[in-house]
Structures are given as structure tokens and as C-alpha cells.
């Protein structure tokens, strides 16, 4: 007997407990989920989390509710564009966004439109890594691709209206925490970098054609990234190329044409989408109708549907004589129904199903439309209001286009410059009011926020330009104290 | 041990580090010497010439383990050896040295007794008859035989020689032998025994000694982590609560008999219905976020609840949710969930150890992070058989009520309202006023938590134990009904059973242990608050029994959640299984040595069903015909746990006695649950099932835990005078990513009994009959959070349902959480100095002072992450260090102690300060604009309250930067920073918190009173009040009567505002008085908790009756409660329904 044999014969069970004890404490995975290197094996899982990043963005989380309001992409651009602007009221009232009075202390639905937009950019930022990180056989280099190109896509949808909303804003291209946790604001123009990056990428790589939405227009496609692209180039002033990509999707004619019968713009799958969003129609409150229709649309009675804004006088009134838009995008119903004075109260009108009609579990016939050809029309005409392509002249032959479908006639080649500026101005809000926040940012972006906005009514006291852009939710600076608010806000 | 080694990063507790680590440094040598001379066995090795007898007796100890008795007169006469032996043979070596001697040799249990050879020849073999020894006193084998008080033989009690402190201890059949002189005092000892003193006289043999119970508190046994110990000898902080304080209680839920009676742990229940969760808190809160669980470690007889040491995870997010929801239930219950020892019998419990310090729980190691509490359950104590029924019936009733304006003050108030904001009193603006019946006066208190409930405990058991088992069986049903007007009953039914067996020869110990319980609770929602309801508000039920939806549609109240009774018919039915079993096998296979197996098992299943019936809804405020709704949940949690032990006594190892524990720890559990949603019913008849649903929703999820250790213990006792206390655990747990499995936990404790020591008793006064001192540092951790957080998971559905599909794909995948592979065990570092005094004979009053300070750093919690990174949480590790330091003052004495008449009384008080110690970065964090590095986490930061401003009847508040404008930072500004005007700090954490028992028996009848109480401030009344004077917006009294009228008036509440138009500043006004100083005041009560009285007919009168026994007693759970607070229970602070009181009465009869 020695020390040595008493210290082996001490420590050795020891030893071999502790191997043991790796194995001890080695669980089998969760059954309700998967990790991400199993979500990415194949090519119909990574197409299910491709659909996890879609169906949030329109549907919310949950089959019970109502999703109207859950998400940038779920009505609530054009609700807070469309109340910061002039185009809504707040039916019987009105809201620290419709009378921009925005504070520090922020407002929800503007909280909404920032969590859910960065949820969006998280999902695609997922799919992208997870694309990137995985090493099955079974995932095949063309789904690889396309779906990496249609993350990229989407997160360069959710970006621009962030950084149209808001400024210069955090740019988390990762879901690693530690990276993005203690993040500063990115400057607006690198934001846009990014975007443009995204979606030269997408558009080298998504498909051509339908394929991946089974022939529907659910899915984004390169034309789709081209005319996004397009509006992004807009945005940022270089025209030649926003007329470019505009150019690009108008003259693919087999694919988008106008939809002359304004009545059918917005059917599922029209001439007219580039893009749609693709509502469930299982979800209890909502059924086949669209997140605008649902709102929209008056129901007689409480719940869904319930008119809870209308449009304001200054929009109504906008329309020329005799545009079909104002007959077929516009209606109006009693107030006494609501218990408020008789007379007319307008609501948006170019989805047609809604409360009242809506089927659960139906067959849809209208889908939610993000992107669609009227829009390059107004692209292209803006951009050689400014010189690109064929100037002036192109310009007024592009809006002609749009005019001619409204029953409106044409507009005169000898205008001014300012005067055709006026017009772009003025047929942009007449073909794209109450679609995801358009005039909010035309008014900004065209240098007329201040002129129109601080005149009305509604708005008085003018609180300050500062209100163009929205505050940072202070829930977003209490965790992340390297944001800064935007300026103004106290 | 490398765990200890980082201690010293503790400046404060360096040279005590450096003192520990010297200590770690010596024993394992200790150690090894005596596995040396154990290993060594019979043999000795020893050379040399005309060596004296002394020497050469001396390294036989040493060189075997044995120990010689002699006699000193004998060694006198004896000669030098001569000796040349080499591995020599022990009995040889003996029979070479005692040849030419006048004395020889015996050798009995490890003993080698030196005796006059001219005795030998007669000395007695162990079972001898006895033989009479000669006048001279001369050393003798005296031997005998110990049992316990339940007459059962008993191993491992010291015997001692009283003079010589030479001794032995008894073996596994209770035997001993020890050579003493006619005239010498034996004492015998062992925990949780009286120490007996017996003189041995002509006789050698002693026959049967009967140890008996402790009588003095410090011999008492304390179950502490893998053992026993006594008060006396312990070296870490545990405080035990007995049976007897557990049986008055008529509580089901046994943690509620544990307030007041153990210092340093604050208990609070979640709400006033029995089955709810209850909050545990030992020594202060470490954690920063408040979502997070500091409940501590619960082991029913040493199977863990692992359900229990979970929170803080978010219901929205389903792959998070898994352990709270075991603990607290699908969704929102009534009940806000279900306790997981709702339904354990307190009658089944014989103690609850609850271990506060890390001498105590480092042997739970990785769990023990915010102590422990062990429940051990009755086993039989008897070799009769004993029978038992216990029968009791109660009340309960609301404690408190607190005075809400009356219909005619109310109607008073709302018209002065509507006329200072110049509007009608009309069906337009004040429908409570006109369209409803202003003569209607309800207390809406009474009406809602008024009524009575319903208490009723029978149990039934059997106690018995005959040769070499013992068994106790025991039955009980509990049943208890809410306050609620409306319907709402808790029940519980338990089999308990126990079961106890050795062989023959004692070798071999089996135990087993097993609890069933079986809770159902059948509750609906209290409906509408006293604070929300006009006291003309119409009656909950129509005339034909329906809700009374048409009255309040009338007053053009209709739309959703305008009506507050819908939840009456919305009932949740839960039913939970739980059994809890133990077996433990223990083997004795030589003296001293213990091997043992710990096997328990527990399993859990719980069922509930909520439904939402068509009845319940809105008829007036629906597009669709409502349609009613059903949820069946599933939860089912089952594990086991092994637990191998080997335990070693070396009674003389070097000048002390010597205990090792070696144990591992194999741990299991899974966790599943099931949710069906079914939807769109269109009859109430058909909720009770699924399958009659036309939606439904299915969801599930599975969770594993596994959990393996390793731990010893070493505990080296010279004279019951010095302790030194050292344990050490190495844990995995399945709970982290790869490589962060495992973790190091361990401490040092040490006793000093001062009392013990010659030169400090002639310091003593003579009261003082005991003295200890004794310290404690070590490290424990916690796994606390959610199973596979370090894993990313993709998921198509959460807890509430399916995610939407999207184009042809019906089941996307979203990632459900914030990945963070990298987090590991918190570590918590706790010092602990405890002071023990016994006073008078006996130490029949005891005084504990014990002083702490625990370092809780590295901290593992749900951290709040901004959401734009995706999630707005995530479990990581974060650097904050938080400290509680506190003292605890227990006070224990039996005040009066004869034969008829006796008065016991316990006191005890607690003081925990809570401190941000340090956080690095604090800046970058969310908590930034919450805490104060410096300060504690329970600080509000508030604005200070004015009063109303006397010329407009707002509401003011100070502006303290005078910047003209009240702000509080905005979540810019860190707490009292000169920016806010937030700058009123208030401590929310109790100031102290204690409890007080006092007892007193005359002959037969007992009286016992507890009170626990607390110092605290806390949110009011006024919190929920905001702006007084809108409609459906009942005050407090004093508001009423203390509001301002008119320009110049100085008052406390704020101008009668009707609520009908939109007033920015009364609006502030109010938000800022709701986040002032002047919605907080003192929450402090002392509440009676429990008053019980028994009446035991005298023994003569029940055998008369054929009972051994029989038991009258009337027992009361908070019958007082002694406050100023401004509100209706201190506890809960808020308008739910409130704790009630019980009062029962019964009998219990032994056979």
C-alpha cells in the first residue's frame, strides 16, 4: 500500500463519474421546435422559414385576432402615414398623430411599426445566416439563392420604411445580440446603402417569373427587388437610375400591365402587382379581407370594422372632376349610423372586402398590395420631371398614362416645370392615398410637408418640422441607451 | 475546490480566505494519514530496544486505528520491550510485547484493553453474565447495550469515559465495550439525544441503556443536506420548524405556515385564493430583474421540485414557456396559477429545514444559490400501534374592509363633477346617474368577498412498528371554499405512507416514503373591483338569473369589457396528481461506514379547463353571434433522482472524530404539456368536450433537464468544541449550451464552542451555560432559467396557438428566441457569522444572532435586450453584483417549565439591507434609469407630492429642477439625477420582518399565539383612485371628504373632474400623483397568524372511553391583523381579493 495506489484508487471513480456526468447531462431536443441547423437541412424547411418571415408581416402571430395594427406591413404605414399626413381622421376625435403632437414618450402604433419592422429584418436576418451556415446536402444551391435573395428583399423592404419613419436608424444585419445589443443609430445614407446592396443582390437572384409563389404574386421576384429598387433610387435623388429600374419593370409588359377597371386593381394576383402580401383567411377576425379592407371598410356594428377613421375633407376634395379614382376608391357612409350627426363620412374604398363581407376560412379574392405598376409609372414621370430620360415630356406622357385610366384627360405638354411638378405631386396623391403611407412621405420627401401639414386645422398649434419624422420608441432607449432620440422629441 | 480559490477577489474577506485556505491545505492530509492506518489494517511495524510500554502502545494507535485502554497504575509496573517486528501480525505483536509483562491483552470492537493478567481469566465476554468485580478499583471491559427511545437498538452513540474522555461508540447492534474503573462516569451521547451519565459500579455489565429524547433545545436534530446534525454542533445557518407549529395551521398550503417562524424568509401569497402561487424570499432579493424567480430550492424528501425554482419567462413566447408553466398553469387562471405544494398535508410533515447559509446549501451546490428548504415527512416513531382520526370544520372570512364612498356620497360626488366641468346630469353624460337606481346601495366589497367560506379537514392514519418494521399510514381530505359570493372551493385529498425495515442485524436499513396528493379547485375570476363599481351599480344577475348585461347596455355600457361580471360563468377547473415517493437503501457492512442509495421519484399531472361559455358574453356587442370557447390543458412533469452515498466515521482520528460523505447526484425530469383550443361552439351544453368544438387548435411542447453531481463533505469535531465544516460539490446541469455544463460550489464552516473551554467559563457568568461561535463562506449557484435557452428553435406555433400560414405553406417556422450559447452558473459567495448563547440549566433559553452578507454577481437572468435586435430578451450572464446583508435575532426559551404549567415563547426579527454593490457599464444597460449603483433594488423613485394645487384643484407635484415642467427623465436619466423630478426615494423592501410564538399548557390545555409582522412601505389606496369624480369610479372615504371646491381650498385629493372632457393638466395631474409619493405610505402590520387552543381529556377519562387519547382544539389562521395601512390587505396591496381568516374547530382521537 502507498500514497500513489490510495490517491488512484481515491480520484479514479472520480474521474470516471465526471465522463459520466457529460452524458448525464446531455437532453435530448425540443419536440415543439427545431434548431436552426435542422430548419435550414432542406429545402422545404428553409422554405418554411423563408413563409415565417412572410406571414408575420401581414397576419401577425396568432390565428384568434384581428391583425390589423400588428405590423408596418399589416395596414399600420398607411394608418400613421396616412393620419401624419392629411389624408385620415380619427372618426368622433382625434390623435396625437393625426394633430402631430407626437411626444417623447412616444405612441404605440409608432412602436408597432418599429418592432415589427425590425422583427421582419430579424427573420430575413435569420434565414440569410442560417442559409449561409448550414452544410446539408439537401439544401440545393437554387433554393440557397433564391431564398437568401428574397431575405435580402425583404429586409430591404422593411429598412427603407424605417428609415423613412424614422431617420437615421440602428442597421442589425445579424441576430447575434452581442452584436447589435449596445448598437448606435446608423446614419440614414448608409441605411440606404444597404438597401440598394440588397436589392442589387436580390435582383441578380430572384426568379424572373412566379415561380416560387406557384404562380401567384406572393412571393418577390426581380422585378419586384428592380421596382423597389426604383422607388429607393427616387427617394434618394438619383433619377437616372430610378427611371431605369422603373423602365425595366413598365416595359416588361407580359408580365404587369394597368388593370383598367380601377375596381380590380387590387384583386389577388391583378395585372397591375409586382408584389402582394398574402393574407390567411383562417384567421378568426379577419377571413378573406385585407388588413385595409378590414379597417376601412364600416361595419354597423362594434367590433371589427367599426369606422374608426375617415378621410379627411382635404383629400376628398383633391380629386379633379370626374377622376374615377374619387367614384371607385372612395366611398362614404351616414354618421347617424354611429350615433354621430348625420352627413357623409368617406372612407377608402379600393379593397372591397371587409367586415361586412368577409368570409373565414374563404377563398381570397383580394390580396394585400405592397408594390404595384401605377407606382413606376409615378416613378418614371417624377424622375424626368427632373431631367432623366426623355424630361418633360416623358414625365407628362406617364402621368397621361395613369390620367387616361381615371377617365381624366390629358395633362398639357407646354406646362412649367413647377406646374409639372405640381402634377406629379398631385397625381401621386391621387393614385396612391391611403397605401402604405406613400403621401406621407411624398409631402416630406417633395419639400411640401411643411406648407400643407402646418396649415390644417386639425394641426394647430404646429408643434415643429421635427414631426416629420417619428421618436424612437423610449422603451428602445432604455434598453440601448447608444440611440439617441430623434431631435425635438422630449 | 478551484471554485474557492476565486474567493479571493472578495477584498473584505481576504484573510479569511487565506485562513480557509490553509484549513484546505491540512485536511486532505488528515485524510489520507487515516485512510493510511485504516488501509494498514492488523499489522505493525516497529524496532528498537528497551522501547517504555508507552511508546510502543502509542504506535500501535497510530500504526492500526485501534486504541488501547489502560490503566496508568498498570503501565507503572510495566518493563521496556525489545521488539523487532515488520508488518507483524497485530494479535502476534500483542503476545510478543505482553509476555513478560503483569498485564495482557483483549481486543473487542477496534478496542485493545490492557488488563491485570490475574483478571483475565475472568473478564466477561460481552454477552457474559454479569460478574462481580473485586472492591479494588481496577479497569475492566464494562459493556451493555443502547436503545433509542422507541426501544429500537441504537448504533453510533458515543460512550464515554467522563475523567479520561477516552471512548467508543456503540455498533450497529447498539452494543459497546469500553474499559473503565468501578466509580468512572460513562456519558452517552448522539444528536438528537438527552446526554445521560451512568456510573459503572460492581457490575460489567451495564444491561440495557434507554437514550431519551433531547429535552435541550440545542440536542435537538436538524436535518440539514444529506444528514443530521444538532443545533449544538451545526456550523451553518438553519432554522427548523417542527410539526407541532405546522399541524395548528389550517392552511393548504403548508408555506403559509411558515411565515413568522423562520427568520430571514419572507413568504407572500399571490393572491387570497388557497391554491395560488406563493412567493418565497430567503435573506433579500438578488436578482436586478424583477421577473425573475429568487425562490429557493424546495426538496420533499430530497426529491427536488424542479418546477418551483423557475420564472421569469414570457408567456408570449412558447418555446420559453415550458417551466412556468408547470408552476403557474395555461393561462390566465383565476388563481393566477397553482402552487406546487397546494394540496401537501401540513400533518404530514415532521419538520421543514430551511438553509440559509453556504455551509448549509453548498452540498446542494449549483441550486443552492437562494437557499434551500428540505420537507421530511412524519415516519412512525412508536412500537405500538397507534390510531389516529382528526376531524375539524371552520369558516373563513374577509379580514378586512376598507370604507368606499356610499351611494348618496358617490351620487354627491359625481354631480359636483359633471357641474364643474359644466355638462347635464343626463342619460348622455351620467347614465350611473340617471338610467340607473340611485336608491341601490351596494358595498361592493361585501358583495363580491363577503361571503363565508367553507372549511372542513378529516384524516385518518395508522402509526405502528413491531420487531423490525414500522410503518405510518395516513389519509386526509382538506376542503376549503373561497370568500367569493359566487362559487369557488379548493380541495385536496393525500396518502401518506412510510415504511421502515431492518434485518436483524441491523446491517441493513430500507426506507420508504411516499405522498400523493390530489388538488382540484373549481374557481371563477373575481369579478368587477369595489374600486370600478358605483355603489348603484346594478346587481350582477338579471331577474331570471342570467348576467345582468341589459342593465348596464342601458346605460350605454356595452361594449366589450364594459360589463365587469362576464368572468362569474367563467370557470376554470383544475385537478392535479402529485406523488412524491423516496427509497432508501442503506447498508452498514462495518462500523462506521454507511452506503447508501437515495432513489425518489416524483410525477405531476395537471389538467384544467377553462371555458367560455356563450352565457358569459356580451349579447349587445357582437357583429356575430358569440360564440363559446374551450381550453383543456395537459401538464404533466415527472422525474427521479439516485443519489449514491457513502458516509465514514472515524471516531478517533487524531484528537477528534472525523465524518466523511461522498454522494453523486443523478437527476431526470421531463416536462410536457398540451393545449387544445376549440372555438366557435354555438351551444353551452357542448363545451365540456373538444371534440364538439367546430375550430380547434392544438399545441404541445416537451422539455428534458438533467442534472448530474458529485459532493463530500468532511467534518472534523475535537470534543464537540472545535467544527470545521468543508463541503464540495461539482454539478452539470442540461441547462447550458455545450462546454458551460459544468460548475464548482463549495465552503467552509467552522464552530467554536466557547462554553467548552475552561478559561472562558470562569469569564461566563454562571447563566450562561453555552457559547458558540461560528462562521461560514462559500459559493453556491443557480441554473434558474428555462430549458434549452442556448439553443435556437424554430417553432411554427407558440402557447397561443398556430402561427397563420403564408401562400401554400401552412406551417412556417419563426425563430422563437435570443440565442445565447455562452451563459453559465451564477455563482453567489456568502459569509455568515453566527452567535449561539444558551442560557440557565439546559440552555432553556437560547439566543441566535447571525450576521450575513451574500454576493450575488454574475448574474442569470432574462436580460432585457431593445427589440430592434430582434428580441427584448435574452438569458445571458450579467456582471452586476448585488449584495444582501442583514442580521437575524432569534430568541427561544421556556420561560416557565413545570410539571402542570409551562410557557414557551419564541421570538424572532430580521433585518435585510439590499444593495446595487457595483455594475460595471451600468450605462450601457437597461437598467441604467432604474438603479443606483449604491442603493437597493427595491428603491421607487418618485415624485414628491404637494397636495392639491389650492387655486386650480390639480393635483401638483414638485418640480424639482425648476425647469417648469415635471419630467422623469424619460428613461435618459439615471434615478436622482438633477434632470427628474422623480426624486423622492422610497424603499419598497420591509424594513424588518419577524415573528413571535408564544405558548402556554396548564394540565391539559394549551393556548399558542403567532404573530408575524413586518415594517414596509407600500402602494395604497389612492394608487388606483386617478382622477375622482369620473363615472364607474368608486373613492375612498377620506377622499370624499377631503377633495378641493373652490379656489383657496388646501386639500389632499384633487377637484371632482366628470372624465367627459379631455383636461390635459388634470389628466398629468393624475398620472403624476399616481407616480408620486403620495400614492405610497406605510404597509406595516403585525398580524395574529395563528391562535389556537387545544383541550387534551385527561388520560384517565379517554382509556375509560377505549382511547389512548383525545384531543379538542380550536385553531384560527389570521384572525387579527394590526395595520394603518390605507387599503384593504398589506400583503397583496391591491383591490383583489384579499387574504381571509379561518377559524376551525375539532377533535382528534388516538387509539
Not at chain 2, 470545521?724 to 446541469?733: C, T
Request: proline residues 4%; charged residues 15%; aromatic residues 10%.
Amino acid at each position: 500500500m502507498n500514497y500513489k495506489k490510495i490517491i488512484v484508487f481515491i480520484t479514479l471513480p472520480l474521474i470516471l463519474l465526471q465522463t459520466a456526468c457529460k452524458k448525464l447531462v446531455t437532453v435530448d431536443e425540443p419536440i415543439s421546435s427545431i434548431t436552426t441547423q435542422e430548419a435550414f437541412s432542406t429545402d422545404a424547411q428553409a422554405t418554411a422559414a423563408m413563409a415565417g418571415v412572410y406571414a408575420p408581416m401581414i397576419n401577425g402571430t396568432t390565428m384568434s385576432s384581428n391583425n390589423v395594427y400588428t405590423g408596418f406591413a399589416a395596414g399600420l404605414s398607411t394608418m400613421t402615414g396616412g393620419f401624419s399626413s392629411d389624408e385620415l381622421e380619427v372618426f368622433g376625435g382625434t390623435n396625437p398623430l393625426e394633430t402631430n403632437q407626437l411626444t417623447g414618450t412616444g405612441f404605440y402604433y409608432v412602436n408597432v411599426i418599429w418592432t415589427s419592422a425590425y422583427k421582419t429584418i430579424y427573420n430575413a436576418n435569420g434565414v440569410i445566416e442560417g442559409i449561409a451556415a448550414s452544410t446539408s446536402g439537401d439544401l440545393h444551391d437554387s433554393v440557397r439563392k433564391e431564398l437568401t435573395a428574397e431575405a435580402k428583399f425583404v429586409r430591404a423592404f422593411a429598412y427603407t420604411y424605417l428609415v423613412n419613419f424614422f431617420g437615421d436608424v440602428p442597421l442589425a444585419l445579424t441576430v447575434d445580440f452581442n452584436k447589435t445589443a449596445n448598437m448606435a443609430r446608423t446614419p440614414a445614407a448608409d441605411v440606404y446603402k444597404q438597401i440598394v446592396q440588397d436589392l442589387k443582390d436580390a435582383q441578380a437572384d430572384l426568379a424572373a417569373d412566379f415561380t416560387y409563389g406557384y404562380g401567384e404574386r406572393i412571393i418577390p421576384n426581380k422585378y419586384a427587388a428592380t421596382a423597389l429598387l426604383a422607388r429607393v433610387y427616387l427617394y434618394l435623388g438619383q433619377y437616372d437610375d430610378a427611371a431605369a429600374q422603373a423602365s425595366t419593370v413598365i416595359s416588361n409588359t407580359a408580365q404587369y400591365s394597368l388593370v383598367q377597371n380601377l375596381n380590380n386593381v387590387f384583386l389577388k394576383n391583378s395585372a397591375e402587382a409586382i408584389w402582394q402580401l398574402k393574407q390567411d383567411s383562417a384567421i378568426l377576425a379577419e377571413g378573406t379581407a385585407t388588413p385595409e379592407g378590414i379597417q376601412f371598410l364600416p361595419s354597423p356594428t362594434f367590433g371589427n370594422g367599426q369606422l374608426s377613421e375617415n378621410l379627411s375633407s382635404e383629400l376628398v376634395n383633391s380629386f379633379e372632376s370626374g377622376d374615377l379614382r374619387r367614384t371607385d376608391w372612395v366611398d362614404s357612409t351616414d354618421g347617424s349610423v354611429y350615433g354621430l350627426p348625420a352627413g357623409n363620412y368617406y372612407f377608402a374604398y379600393k379593397y372591397k372586402v371587409g367586415s361586412p363581407n368577409f368570409i373565414l376560412g374563404g377563398v381570397d379574392k383580394e390580396y394585400y398590395m405592397a408594390l404595384r405598376l401605377a407606382e413606376q409609372y409615378l416613378i418614371r414621370a417624377e424622375a424626368e420631371a427632373k431631367g432623366s430620360n426623355g424630361g418633360a415630356s416623358a414625365a407628362i406622357a406617364d402621368l397621361n398614362v395613369l390620367r387616361n385610366r381615371a377617365g381624366l384627360g390629358p395633362i398639357s405638354s407646354g406646362i412649367t416645370s413647377d406646374s409639372l411638378w405640381s402634377a406629379v405631386a398631385h397625381e401621386r396623391q391621387a393614385e396612391l392615398f391611403c397605401e402604405w403611407g406613400h403621401r406621407w412621405f411624398d409631402l416630406r420627401r417633395m419639400g411640401l410637408a411643411h406648407d400643407v401639414l402646418s396649415a390644417m386645422a386639425v394641426k394647430q398649434p404646429w408643434a415643429g418640422d421635427y414631426q416629420f419624422l417619428y421618436p424612437i420608441p423610449t422603451t428602445e432607449i432604455v434598453d440601448d441607451h447608444f440611440l439617441v432620440q430623434n431631435p425635438g422629441y422630449h | 475546490m478551484a471554485a474557492l480559490s476565486g474567493l479571493s477577489s472578495e477584498s473584505r474577506t481576504l484573510t479569511k480566505t487565506r485562513l480557509i485556505m490553509r484549513l484546505i491545505a491540512v485536511l486532505p492530509t488528515i485524510v489520507l494519514l487515516n485512510v493510511h492506518a485504516s488501509g494498514m489494517g492488523q499489522s505493525v511495524t516497529l524496532s528498537g530496544k528497551n522501547v517504555p510500554m508507552k511508546k510502543v502502545l502509542s504506535s500501535v494507535e497510530k500504526q492500526t486505528g485501534y486504541f488501547v485502554f489502560y490503566d496508568a497504575e498498570l503501565l507503572s509496573d510495566a518493563k521496556p520491550v525489545s521488539v523487532e517486528a515488520k508488518g507483524m501480525p497485530l494479535e502476534r505483536f500483542l503476545d510478543e510485547i505482553v509476555r513478560d509483562q503483569p498485564f495482557t491483552y483483549r481486543i473487542a470492537n477496534k478496542t485493545i484493553s490492557l488488563v491485570w493478567r490475574r483478571m483475565a481469566a475472568d473478564a466477561p465476554a460481552v454477552t457474559a453474565p454479569p460478574i462481580v468485580l473485586e472492591d479494588r478499583p481496577v479497569l475492566a471491559l464494562i459493556s451493555g447495550t443502547v436503545r433509542g427511545p422507541d426501544g429500537r437498538l441504537q448504533a453510533g452513540v458515543s460512550v464515554m469515559v467522563k475523567k479520561t474522555k477516552k471512548g467508543t461508540t456503540t455498533d450497529r447492534n447498539g452494543s459497546f465495550v469500553i474499559a473503565a474503573k468501578q466509580g468512572d462516569i460513562l456519558v452517552f451521547s448522539c444528536i438528537g439525544f438527552a446526554t445521560q451519565e451512568i456510573a459503572v459500579g460492581k457490575e460489567t455489565s451495564l444491561g440495557e441503556i434507554r437514550m431519551k429524547a433531547a429535552v435541550n433545545e440545542l440536542d435537538k436534530t436538524v436535518v440539514i443536506g444529506y444528514g443530521t446534525t444538532s443545533k449544538r454542533l451545526n456550523t451553518g445557518s438553519v432554522s427548523t420548524v417542527d410539526a407541532a407549529d405546522l399541524e395548528k395551521q389550517p392552511v393548504m398550503n403548508v408555506l403559509l405556515a411558515l411565515r413568522g417562524l423562520v427568520p430571514g424568509l419572507v413568504v407572500t401569497p399571490t393572491s387570497g385564493y388557497a391554491s395560488s402561487p406563493v412567493k418565497m424570499l430567503i435573506r433579500g432579493r438578488n436578482n436586478i430583474n424583477t421577473l425573475v424567480s429568487s425562490d429557493p430550492l424546495v426538496l420533499i424528501d430530497g426529491m427536488p421540485i424542479t418546477t418551483l425554482n423557475l420564472d421569469g419567462t414570457d408567456q408570449s413566447n412558447g418555446a420559453n414557456i415550458l417551466p412556468n408553466l408547470l408552476r403557474y398553469g395555461i393561462g390566465n387562471t383565476p388563481t393566477g396559477g397553482e402552487s406546487p405544494l397546494f394540496g401537501l398535508n401540513p400533518k404530514d410533515i415532521e419538520s421543514i429545514s430551511v438553509l440559509k447559509d453556504a455551509d448549509a446549501t453548498a452540498i446542494y451546490g449549483s441550486r443552492g444559490a437562494n437557499g434551500v428548504i428540505l420537507i421530511t415527512t412524519k415516519r412512525s416513531r412508536t412500537r405500538t400501534t397507534d390510531y389516529n382520526v382528526n376531524v375539524s370544520e371552520g369558516i373563513s372570512k374577509v379580514l378586512r374592509h376598507y370604507a368606499l364612498t356610499d351611494v348618496h356620497q358617490y351620487v354627491a360626488m359625481r354631480r359636483e363633477a359633471l357641474m364643474n366641468d359644466g355638462y347635464p346630469v343626463n342619460e348622455e353624460f351620467a347614465p350611473d346617474l340617471t338610467v340607473w337606481d340611485t336608491t341601490r346601495n351596494v358595498d361592493w366589497q361585501k358583495a363580491l368577498w363577503g361571503g363565508t367560506g367553507k372549511v372542513t379537514n378529516v384524516s385518518t392514519g395508522i402509526s405502528a412498528g413491531s420487531g423490525n418494521t414500522s410503518f405510518r399510514l395516513n389519509g386526509n381530505f382538506g376542503r376549503q371554499t373561497e370568500i367569493l359570493t359566487i362559487s369557488g372551493g379548493s380541495q385536496a385529498i393525500n396518502l401518506a405512507m412510510s415504511l421502515d425495515h431492518h434485518t436483524n442485524d441491523g446491517k441493513f436499513i430500507t426506507s420508504f416514503s411516499s405522498v400523493y396528493t390530489n388538488g382540484s379547485t373549481s374557481e371563477v375570476a373575481q369579478s368587477g373591483q369595489p374600486m370600478t363599481l358605483p355603489p348603484d351599480a346594478p346587481p350582477m344577475y338579471d331577474s331570471k338569473g342570467g348576467l345582468n348585461y341589459a342593465a348596464w347596455a342601458a346605460a350605454g355600457l356595452q361594449l366589450e369589457g364594459q360589463f365587469p361580471f362576464g368572468s362569474l360563468l367563467q370557470r376554470t377547473k383544475t385537478n392535479t396528481n402529485t406523488l412524491n415517493t423516496n427509497l432508501t437503501l442503506n447498508y452498514r457492512p462495518i462500523k462506521g461506514l454507511e452506503a447508501k442509495v437515495s432513489i425518489g421519484y416524483r410525477s405531476s399531472q395537471n389538467l384544467t379547463q377553462s371555458t367560455n361559455p356563450i352565457a358569459a358574453q356580451n349579447p349587445f356587442n357582437s357583429y356575430n353571434p358569440p360564440t363559446g370557447t374551450a381550453t383543456f390543458t395537459g401538464v404533466e412533469s415527472t422525474g427521479w433522482i439516485i443519489e449514491p452515498q457513502l458516509n465514514y466515521a472515524l471516531d478517533h482520528a487524531g484528537p477528534g472524530r472525523l465524518t466523511i460523505l461522498l454522494g453523486g447526484s443523478d437527476q431526470y425530469s421531463t416536462s410536457r404539456y398540451n393545449v387544445e383550443n376549440g372555438t366557435g361552439y354555438t351551444n353551452d351544453i357542448l363545451l365540456r368536450s373538444i371534440i364538439n368544438a367546430p375550430i380547434i387548435a392544438a399545441y404541445d411542447a416537451y422539455g428534458q433537464y438533467k442534472y448530474a453531481g458529485v459532493f463530500g463533505r468532511v467534518n472534523y469535531d475535537i470534543d464537540n468544541k472545535y467544527i470545521l465544516n468543508i463541503n464540495g460539490r461539482r454539478d452539470g446541469s442540461s441547462r447550458f449550451g455545450p462546454g458551460k455544463q459544468f460548475g464548482n460550489f463549495g465552503s467552509v464552516g467552522g464552530a467554536w464552542i466557547l462554553s467548552d473551554e475552561k478559561w472562558f467559563q470562569r469569564i461566563l457568568p454562571s447563566y450562561v451555560s453555552f457559547f458558540k461561535l461560528r462562521a461560514s463562506y462559500g459559493v453556491t449557484g443557480s441554473d434558474g432559467v428555462a430549458d434549452y435557452q442556448y439553443l435556437t428553435q424554430w417553432a411554427s406555433g407558440t402557447i397561443s396557438g398556430l402561427f397563420p400560414g403564408y401562400g401554400g405553406i401552412a406551417r412556417p417556422l419563426e425563430s422563437q428566441n435570443a440565442v445565447n450559447q455562452n451563459f453559465h452558473w451564477q455563482a453567489n459567495k456568502q459569509l455568515n457569522e453566527g452567535l449561539e448563547i444558551g442560557f440557565l440549566d439546559e440552555s432553556r433559553i437560547t439566543l441566535v444572532l447571525e450576521h450575513y452578507l451574500n454576493s450575488c454577481s454574475n448574474q442569470l437572468l432574462s436580460y432585457p435586450t431593445a427589440a430592434f435586435t430582434g428580441f427584448t430578451k435574452v438569458t445571458a450572464n450579467w456582471t452586476a453584483d448585488v449584495h444582501n446583508e442583514g442580521w437575524e435575532l432569534t430568541l427561544n426559551g421556556k420561560i416557565i417549565d413545570q410539571k402542570d404549567f409551562t410557557w414557551g415563547a419564541n421570538m424572532n426579527i430580521s433585518i435585510n439591507k439590499n444593495k446595487l454593490a457595483s455594475y460595471p457599464n451600468i450605462q450601457n444597460t437597461p437598467y441604467y434609469t432604474t438603479y443606483l449603483v449604491g442603493k437597493s433594488l427595491s428603491e421607487a423613485y418618485l415624485y414628491h407630492y404637494l397636495g392639491v394645487d389650492p387655486l386650480t384643484g390639480q393635483y401638483a407635484v414638485e418640480d424639482m429642477n425648476h425647469d417648469g415642467a415635471i419630467s422623469s427623465g424619460q428613461g435618459n436619466y439615471p434615478p436622482m439625477s438633477p434632470a427628474n423630478d422623480n426624486r423622492v426615494a422610497i424603499n419598497l423592501a420591509p424594513k424588518f420582518t419577524g415573528g413571535m410564538t408564544t405558548n402556554f399548557t396548564y394540565k391539559g390545555m394549551g393556548l399558542s399565539l403567532l404573530f408575524d409582522f413586518v415594517r414596509q412601505m407600500g402602494k395604497n389606496a389612492y394608487y388606483s383612485i386617478g382622477l375622482p369624480g369620473q363615472a364607474l369610479n368608486n373613492v375612498p372615504l377620506e377622499v370624499y371628504y377631503n377633495h378641493w371646491q373652490k379656489p383657496g381650498d388646501h386639500k389632499q385629493f384633487a377637484k371632482f373632474a366628470s372624465g367627459n372632457s379631455f383636461n390635459y393638466g388634470f389628466i398629468t395631474g393624475a398620472i403624476n400623483f399616481g407616480a408620486s409619493d403620495g400614492v405610497y405610505s406605510d404597509a406595516s402590520f403585525i398580524r395574529l397568524s395563528n391562535l389556537s387552543f387545544f383541550y387534551n381529556l385527561p388520560a384517565k377519562t379517554a382509556k375509560r372511553m377505549g382511547m389512548k387519547g383525545c384531543n379538542f382544539y380550536i385553531n384560527t389562521q389570521n384572525p387579527f391583523i394590526f395595520t394603518k395601512y390605507k387599503g384593504v390587505d398589506p400583503d397583496l396591496q391591491s383591490f383583489a381579493m384579499p387574504q381571509p381568516k379561518i377559524i376551525t374547530g375539532g377533535v382528534s382521537l388516538n387509539f
